[in-house]
Nanobody, 118 residues
Framework: QVQLVESGGGLVQPGGSLRLSCTAS????????MSWYRQAPGKERDLVAM????????YSPDSVKGRFTISRDNAKNTVYLRMNSLKPEDTARYYC???????????WGQGTQVTVSS
């Protein structure tokens, strides 16, 4: 059974930083492209960052580029999202996603809440 467990969310002031972690089990982590998404109330779930299996390629949309950094440790089955210069509009529930293109499987975690407020 695949499990993705996110942690590291919380309440932070504008301009602050957080590091989210997502630890995976029940899958071949190194075969999965890993991503972070976020969803604010009443809005769609949007991609925040993506990292390829070996960690040599990442992608982030312009809304977070330069502020958010995705990384992974395949030895620990864990993907991270470092978030700097947080803004109130970054407030959302953040979800971890794993996709194995060869096995054609996709999995989601339960999410971790990030609230940016003074």
């Amino acid at each position: 059974q695949v499990q993705l467990v996110e942690s590291g969310g919380g309440l932070v002031q504008p301009g602050g930083s957080l590091r989210l972690s997502c630890t995976a089990s029940g899958l071949t982590f190194s075969s999965n492209t890993m991503s972070w998404y976020r969803q604010a109330p009443g809005k769609e779930r949007d991609l925040v960052a993506m990292i390829t299996t070996a960690g040599d390629t990442t992608y982030s949309p312009d809304s977070v580029k330069g502020r958010f950094t995705i990384s992974r440790d395949n030895a620990k089955n864990t993907v991270y999202l470092r978030m700097n210069s947080l803004k109130p509009e970054d407030t959302a529930r953040y979800y971890c996603n794993a996709q194995d293109p060869l096995a054609m499987t996709a999995s989601w975690g339960q999410g971790t809440q990030v609230t940016v407020s003074s």
